[in-house]
């Protein structure tokens, strides 16, 4: 398989045969990440995408799933696009997912009716780097869009019924805004309406913008117990929905998974029992509801 640089997939992709389409994020501005900062964003030839479906055709016989890279696969002409799902489909008739990580930007740039027709053409899951329900937050941190922006970004792609898994980062605010950003955070995603919810933790990446900024003491990285405050005041003001809730991305110091609309309680009381112990103990006996 032919790969150029660092190749980057949500956990839960971890069966999926990733397939680059492009090269970097289109945005790459976002002042915590540093996933593509050693490349120069651009979208690969479509002669070579087509070319990688038949190298995977012959190298696994068949496929599941797949997860088109790198940054933000949505951002890609809708024509090209199209002509990757088709292409799929054509090698690999029981493909059962695909799925692409979905900036906001390029994910505005696609009218409802563009994102229906990549859905019947079976882009079947999107990653949305919400990462907070603040304006303050998402413009201190680059992200390119205000809190309404990534909401009808977020909100286009549920209605165009490709299933959205919204990514947050708790700790984005710092110590002074936890709390109100959890607050937020919850707002936009009652909003959104996503079926997954994944809460990351945010953990300084050396060689960043908000790296500098640890550095230089105008940022402050929260402690176990405080991450675990915040995702309680999230989970708190979450609505009850189905939802699926889950924190067990390497980055977070309690792995839990659950269902919003039925175990809401549930992983308050997980948290509530986490802020009181040791939280060493806490990670062996919560690690899955
Ligand atoms: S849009 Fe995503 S991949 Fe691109 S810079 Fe921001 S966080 Fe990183």
Known sequence: MRYEGNIYRPPSEW?????QVTIGCSHNA?????M????????????EVLEDIDMAKSYYGSVDQI??????????????????????????????EIATYAS???????????????????????YLGVESGDDRVLKATHKGVNVAQMTEAGRVLVDANIELYAIILVG??????????ARLTAKIINDIKPQHLAAMTYMPVPDTPMYKDL???????????????ETKWLVEGLDRFHMHFNSSHA???????????????????ILNEALQHDITNLNKSYRAL
Do not use: M, W
Request: glycine share 6%; with cysteine.
């Open 15 to 19: 069966q999926s045969y990733i397939l």
């Open 215 to 229: 550095q230089e003491g105008k940022f402050t990285v929260l402690t176990e117990k405080e991450c675990l405050q």
């Open 30 to 34: 976002c002042t915590f990440c540093g």
């Open 251 to 269: 980055s977070n110091y309690l792995p839990i998974d659950g269902d919003i609309y039925s175990e809401k309680d549930k992983i308050i009381n």
């Open 36 to 47: 593509f900062k050693d490349k120069k964003y651009r979208v690969r030839q479509l002669s």
């Open 67 to 96: 997860f088109l890279c790198d940054g933000d696969a949505i951002s890609l002409d809708t024509k090209d696009l199209l002509k990757i799902l088709h292409k799929i489909k054509r090698v690999f008739p029981d493909i059962k």
């Open 172 to 181: 984005l605010a710092g110590k002074e805004g936890s709390k109100e950003n």
């Open 104 to 126: 906001p930007k390029g994910t505005l740039k696609k009218s409802k009716e563009e994102l229906e027709l990549l859905r019947e053409a079976g882009l079947t899951k999107a």
